[in-house]
């Protein structure tokens, strides 16, 4: 699995170092079709490898489950894995929810802005308000 792990993140790599070179060297149409065509082959063939990959190796990890879910029966401590899914679950769900409420002021000010100078547009703004409620 450390493979895989390694290949995805050259993969990154390789991306974030394109796009920093492109920014500083842009180049022109011709050259960046010549240059940018196998390179686009070679992150398609890594991301399909991959793939094959983890649907590969995935599988004897899955096979290899009930004999660790009997191993670890009495056992009810949280691993530092764990926590770190927990960790990976709260800070999307919190940082989604704070950029959900700082849209809601801009949002209502505007509605309240449209409302007063059309009384007719109150119920298309309160959808778009309605909306970044619901999220938040």
């Given at each position: 699995?450390?493979?895989?792990?390694?290949?995805?993140?050259?993969?990154?790599?390789?991306?974030?170092?394109?796009?920093?070179?492109?920014?500083?060297?842009?180049?022109?149409?011709?050259?960046?079709?010549?240059?940018f065509?196998?390179?686009?082959?070679?992150?398609?063939?890594l991301?399909?490898?991959?793939?094959?990959?983890?649907?590969?190796?995935?599988?004897?990890?899955?096979?290899?489950?009930?004999?660790v879910?009997?191993?670890?029966?009495?056992?009810?401590?949280?691993?530092?894995?764990?926590?770190?899914?927990?960790?990976?679950?709260?800070?999307?769900?919190?940082?989604?929810t704070?950029?959900?409420?700082?849209?809601?002021?801009?949002?209502?000010?505007a509605s309240?802005a449209?409302?007063?100078?059309?009384p007719?547009?109150?119920?298309?703004?309160?959808?778009y308000?309605?909306?970044?409620?619901?999220?938040?």
């Amino acid at each position: 699995m450390s493979i895989i792990v390694t290949l995805l993140s050259c993969a990154l790599l390789g991306l974030i170092a394109t796009g920093i070179f492109l920014h500083y060297h842009p180049l022109d149409a011709a050259r960046v079709r010549r240059v940018f065509k196998p390179t686009i082959a070679g992150n398609i063939a890594l991301f399909f490898g991959a793939q094959l990959a983890v649907a590969f190796i995935g599988v004897s990890d899955v096979l290899a489950a009930p004999a660790v879910e009997g191993a670890m029966a009495g056992t009810s401590e949280i691993s530092i894995g764990m926590g770190l899914a927990f960790i990976g679950i709260a800070l999307p769900t919190a940082l989604s929810t704070i950029a959900a409420g700082i849209a809601v002021g801009p949002i209502g000010a505007a509605s309240l802005a449209a409302v007063s100078e059309k009384p007719e547009m109150f119920g298309r703004t309160l959808v778009y308000l309605g909306l970044a409620e619901g999220i938040a």
